[in-house]
């Protein structure tokens, strides 16, 4: 690889510092009682020249065969891995030699510490590394996820871009700042005119933006002018959630960014407040295309606002006033 509760418990979060991660909605945690994952089936799609998207429970997973090994993109949750393992030798029977993290999201790196013991090597942007090794808290709900296991951590980092290389395969890493979260990683196989965006991007609903953990909408904006440059009408798209997608599909996608940046822009200039700016229903026309249900709707006008309107050193007054008005 080559590198390139209550008010007391509100205000002891703000001094511990921690990452405040926002889910839209949450995420379960690795091993959530929510989800029977013993009925969760994982479907294989073939995306042409070996390379493969599996959907289960969670995010999307990349699955790219080289001539010695296995590139894999995303994990899911640590209860799939077995169910994983086992779609993947339907494709091919050679070792997961890496695993790469798009983000550190548990519905992506649930799966770490469990192909790691398998021998996989955990692939990251380092931000990634240092979420899961902190621990993190929902910036709109204050629901904490604890730290992360040393094995489920990534044992090889990086900071602008990279490469994981196998025989006969070449994956080109590259970080974009500040979308999702901070330590977003899209993942080009240019070969295969394939990329995995994480959740940068999601086919057909609104995404989530993490905005008390370095998200912003400026960011997924700035994220799909670069796969629109990068892909042509034959690229498939993997996206974080949701069928494998096309050009056409992110050209409609970075349209709705769009549309919803400039009217949250112009409430937040307005100086609305996150509630009054909800209350204006201001994706009423959106919705019928992007949210899956009348939260999503919600959620995702409270993390475009939360990513226009705050101030960094604003960020943790807003999660105390948010914890206090739930208590």
Do not use: C
């Not at 839209?24 to 073939?46: C, G, H, N, R």
């Amino acid at each position: 690889m080559i590198r390139t509760g209550r008010a007391a418990i509100a205000f002891t979060l703000l001094l511990a510092g921690g990452a405040f991660a926002q889910q839209q909605p949450a995420a379960p945690p690795a091993a959530s009682p929510l989800v029977d994952f013993s009925k969760v089936e994982i479907k294989t799609t073939d995306l042409g020249d070996n390379v493969y998207m599996l959907e289960g429970q969670g995010g999307n997973i990349t699955v790219a065969v080289a001539k010695t090994g296995i590139i894999m993109v995303d994990g899911q949750f640590a209860p799939l891995h077995d169910k994983i393992k086992a779609a993947i030798s339907g494709i091919s029977n050679l070792p997961i030699k890496y695993l790469i993290n798009t983000h550190y999201h548990g519905d992506h790196t649930g799966g770490n510490e469990a192909f790691a013991k398998d021998g996989a090597t955990i692939v990251a942007q380092v931000h990634v590394k240092n979420r899961l090794a902190a621990g993190t808290t929902n910036g709109l709900t204050g629901v904490k996820t604890p730290p992360a296991p040393p094995g489920a951590l990534p044992t090889d980092t990086y900071e602008v871009f990279s490469k994981v290389r196998l025989p006969g395969r070449v994956a080109d890493l590259k970080h974009i700042r500040n979308a999702h979260t901070d330590g977003d990683t899209y993942v080009w196989f240019k070969t295969a005119n394939v990329l995995a965006t994480g959740d940068t991007f999601t086919n057909g609903r609104y995404p989530n933006i993490d905005f008390a953990n370095g998200g912003n909408i400026k960011g997924m904006i700035a994220a799909a002018d670069i796969y629109l440059k990068l892909t042509n009408a034959k690229s498939r798209i993997v996206p974080g959630h949701g069928p494998v997608a096309d050009k056409a599909a992110l050209t409609q996608y970075r349209a709705m960014l769009v549309t919803a940046r400039d009217r949250m822009e112009k409430l937040v200039k307005d100086g609305k407040s996150e509630d009054d700016a909800v209350a204006a229903k201001p994706f009423a026309d959106l919705d019928a295309k992007w949210a899956s249900s009348e939260l999503a709707s919600k959620n995702f006008a409270r993390v475009v606002y939360h990513s226009l309107a705050d101030k960094p050193e604003e960020k943790k007054k807003g999660l105390l006033k948010r914890l206090l008005k739930r208590s």
